[in-house]
């Protein structure tokens, strides 16, 4: 990439230190105001374009050596024989130490005793030695704001170098390191150069050679990102962020995100331009609400020097994001693929979803010429979840915006197809049991007036199998014990069926289960599956059951250690090929799965079961009435009202059993 040996110097013996530090020093004098007040050592350093000292000879060093005890680094060495000392170094240190200046720390500041105050026997070495720092270390600064620098003599690398720690008062974090004398200077030039890129009043627009090569590389990385080059186009903008050039924190963060990065990507100058809002915004505003929960002031923090218009924008972008309302939208061509990539994601089709945005990527228009690829969908909540982080590069790979370049390899899709998949351990060990039901013929949104009592029960807006329990819980009054109404998922599970899935079903009771089966098939056919092979709690069974046109064709269930069995079931199904041995529960359901996919032709979608947003209702119970002299109990966790003979209300009622 052109221009892409800007600002890197390379950590070697053979580094020019008085070019670097004469390139410095030129740049410090330049940016000072004309008519600041001189001060005799400022103007001294003013009038020589010079920030050093003179080089300190080599007897000079080795007597500091001999006063110190050790050797000096190889890197810190070199820079004394160039300057003896340093002033400006960075925002925050006035003066740093020569040969004179610099000695042992030995908790001068205390600051040991204050890191050991929070360690006990537990406490990790390394927390340790990070303690001790301040009774090893050699200081170096000599004039400072409160800012500590001081080389560790015992994190050295193979080259000799001692590491650099520094520390300021004002910042809570632990020291900051830097691997090397020649490190520490570099990063103290960049935060120099970070301090000016934003000048406040008076000071003169920094403009100089550094500045406008890095700005002509963050240039070339845009355009290297929109040809699909985002691997070095990302490595350049971090380049010119560290120098603190404008754009570059910007460019870079849409980058990240859609890499999967969320932690500090806050898209910075470029989230409160107008211009890009509609795309930056919603992905900002995701992050906030995902980590915070009581205090959305902090919401202001990215959104410095925003207007009013811009904040009441991410405070409402806010609301909808939480309510789950939230939908992203685009013009165009692109914008008619969004609509159709949401109508088959919030059906479970999310591989289907993800090539219908990855080929309309070419007709996307970017919204400005720093809009380097759609970004609001990763907060739409039924579009968000296709992101996955070989996704992200797959799009990242692919040219836009009016550049050409080589198309990336599709990445794989997250869904293995079948059913097996349920078979396998998820993350969190949580799908010990599991229910479904597939329906042929019929469209998912059909399923509630199938499987619910016929009370109109509607499709609830997507949202994860979680949060959906979460709200039934909630706004559920009473609980039979008696009742097994389960709370479902439905999408598309193949060319011609549709599923009904629930991952946190309630103990199966073989005497009272009903399979949903036989109600569910009117004029078409469907299956009932129901595992809790590897059920932590009771003895391990599976149900399956078919139907057709109201009528149960066969069923089988395992349970107790005994299997039931009723209608002419294929051979493919044949429990007996199955439950022969049970010692591998894992490798039985495993089986029963691929021969249920396969007898079907069905397929339940893993990435929008386990980790997307999907349309879910409640259906009628899967246990039969209770019969004469059977008991049950009725929660009720609301409060009624007890009404007088003559109708007024007269106390209310406390919650409990009925």
Do not use: C
Not at 149 to 163: I, K, R, S
Not at 356 to 373: F, I, M, S, V
């Amino acid at each position: 990439m052109a221009g892409g040996n800007i600002g890197r110097m390379k950590d070697t013996t053979a580094f020019d230190w008085r070019d670097f530090l004469l390139r410095w020093s030129g740049e410090w004098v330049d940016s000072l105001p004309d008519d600041e007040t001189r001060v005799e050592d400022r103007e001294a350093a003013r009038q020589a374009r010079w920030l050093g000292f003179p080089p300190a000879s080599e007897e000079r060093i080795a007597f500091m050596e001999e006063r110190l005890g050790r050797r000096m680094p190889p890197s810190y060495r070199e820079f004394l024989a160039v300057s003896d000392g340093w002033r400006h170094a960075g925002g925050f240190v006035s003066l740093l130490a020569g040969t004179e200046g610099a000695h042992w720390h030995d908790n001068e500041s205390e600051l040991a005793d204050l890191f050991e105050e929070d360690l006990d026997e537990e406490s990790e070495p390394e927390e340790w030695r990070e303690a001790d720092l301040w009774r090893r270390g050699l200081q170096l600064d000599v004039e400072s704001d409160a800012t500590y620098v001081l080389l560790d003599p015992e994190d050295v690398d193979e080259d000799g170098e001692w590491a650099v720690y520094t520390w300021a008062g004002w910042r809570a974090e632990s020291p900051e390191r830097h691997a090397s004398f020649l490190a520490f200077m570099r990063d103290m030039h960049r935060q120099f150069h970070r301090l000016r890129a934003q000048p406040s009043d008076g000071k003169p627009v920094f403009v100089n050679d550094t500045t406008r090569r890095l700005d002509a590389l963050v240039e070339e990385a845009r355009l290297e990102a929109l040809r699909g080059g985002w691997a070095r186009a990302v490595k350049a903008l971090d380049e010119a962020k560290a120098y603190g050039r404008p754009r570059a924190a910007g460019l870079g963060d849409q980058i990240r995100r859609l890499l999967g990065h969320t932690s500090m990507v806050h898209f910075d100058d470029l989230v409160t331009d107008p211009r890009y809002a509609p795309e930056l915004l919603p992905p900002l505003v995701a992050e906030h609400a995902a980590h915070s929960y009581w205090d959305d002031s902090t919401l202001r923090f990215p959104l410095r020097g925003a207007d009013d218009d811009l904040v009441a924008l991410a405070y409402t972008t806010l609301e909808q994001v939480r309510g789950g309302t939230y939908r992203y939208t685009a013009t165009g061509p692109f914008g008619e693929a969004v609509e159709r990539a949401r109508e088959r994601a919030r059906w479970g089709d999310t591989d289907t979803a993800w090539r219908t945005l990855r080929n309309a990527l070419p007709l996307w228009e970017p919204l400005g010429p720093d809009h380097l690829a759609p970004l609001g969908w990763v907060a739409d909540p039924v579009l968000g979840p296709l992101l996955t982080p070989e996704r992200g590069v797959e799009l990242l790979s692919a040219p836009r915006g009016g550049q050409t370049g080589e198309a990336p390899e599709p990445a794989a899709g997250p869904d293995p197809g079948g059913l097996a998949w349920l078979a396998e351990h998820d993350p969190g060990d949580n799908r010990a049991s599991y229910r479904l039901v597939l329906v042929e013929r019929v469209g998912p949104e059909e399923l509630p007036a199938r499987l619910s009592d016929g009370d109109g029960t509607m499709l609830n807006e997507p949202m994860t199998l979680r949060e959906a329990r979460q709200r039934l819980t909630h706004d559920q009054r009473e609980f039979s014990s008696y009742d097994d109404r389960a709370l479902m998922a439905v999408g598309r599970a193949g060319p011609r069926w549709s599923f009904a899935f629930d991952g946190d079903p309630a103990p199966f009771g073989r005497r009272r289960f009903v399979s949903p089966a036989p109600i569910a098939s009117t004029g078409t056919r469907a299956v009932v599956v129901w595992s809790g092979l590897r059920t932590r709690h009771g003895e391990p069974f599976f149900h399956l059951s078919v139907a057709r046109d109201g009528a149960e064709q066969y069923a089988f269930t395992y349970a107790d250690g005994e299997i039931r069995r009723s209608g002419e079931i294929p051979q493919a199904l044949d429990p007996s090929r199955f439950f022969g041995d049970l010692e591998d529960r894992a490798e039985v359901e495993h089986s029963l799965l691929e021969a249920v996919a396969g007898e079907f032709g069905t397929r339940l979608p893993r990435h929008a079961i386990t980790s997307g947003r999907l349309h879910t209702f409640t259906t009628r119970s899967w246990t039969r009435p209770p019969m004469d002299g059977e008991t049950y109990t009725v929660i009720s966790t609301h409060y009624e009202p007890v009404r007088s003979a003559d109708g007024e209300r007269a106390a209310d009622q406390e919650p409990g059993s009925r």
